[in-house]
């Protein structure tokens, strides 16, 4: 989806932290509300006068974070829009070993883009073999209502971000919180009861535990 611009005008700034430092910087003006900031600073200005920023981050919340990674992902305009893969490969910047990495990026793109991969047409199912006709079930876990609250809000992101979905099936898995390192929690997924279940596969599902 192109970004529409109303245009773009040169300006000068001076950054709180370095009020002696005045640089020159070139603001494109958006026609459409996209972002909740006021103004965003891309890499090419950093690079441009030679800024390096130390990123220190505080305890807040994940979803305020996703949706912060979310706008970020608009910030790489272009006045106009490629409409083939190739022009958009050719706009492809990242931001260390820039010429390697780069290069890396764009080859993945690119055989993925011309591959010959045949369409899904049944929503990924996949099928299972069981080893017998037995009940599946187990009791589900108790939480703490402070992790309820956790969980809620991871899946209530994940949901509203299309990554999960609704659905009503016979077989599920255990979800079980695991805390990071910086006290937030992540949620993952332990395959292992279904799994139980089912005849040895060639690939089966991984762990929690890797």
């Keep these: 989806m192109p970004i529409r611009l109303h245009g773009s005008i040169q300006a000068t700034i001076c950054l709180e932290s370095l009020k002696e430092i005045k640089a020159s910087i070139n603001l494109r003006v ?3 509300d996209l972002l909740s ?3 965003i600073i891309g890499r090419d200005f950093l690079e441009d006068n030679n800024i390096t920023v130390l990123y220190k981050p505080v305890p807040f919340q994940t979803l305020n974070r996703l949706q912060l990674f979310a706008e970020v992902a608009w910030t790489d305009l272009t006045d106009t829009a490629s409409n083939s893969i190739e022009g958009q490969l050719n706009d492809i910047q990242t931001d260390f070993d820039k010429k390697k ?3 890396r990026l764009v080859d993945t793109i690119r055989e993925i883009e011309y591959s010959d991969v045949p369409e899904i047409k049944d929503d990924y199912r996949v099928k299972i073999t069981l080893k017998d006709t037995s009940t599946y079930a ?4 108790k939480f703490a209502w402070k992790e309820r609250l956790q969980i809620r809000e991871i899946t209530d992101d994940l949901l509203a971000r299309g990554i999960i979905k609704y659905s009503n ?6 979800v079980i919180p695991v805390k990071k390192k910086n006290g937030t929690m992540r949620l993952c997924v332990d395959p292992s009861s279904p799994q139980s279940k089912s005849g040895k596969a060639k690939t089966p599902f991984p762990t ?3």
């Design 169 to 174: 099936s016979l077989y599920c898995a255990r």
């Design 138 to 141: 187990y009791a589900p876990r």
């Design 30 to 32: 958006l026609k459409d």
């Design 101 to 103: 990495t780069t290069q």
């Design 37 to 39: 900031a006021d103004i």
């Design 208 to 210: 929690h535990r890797g």
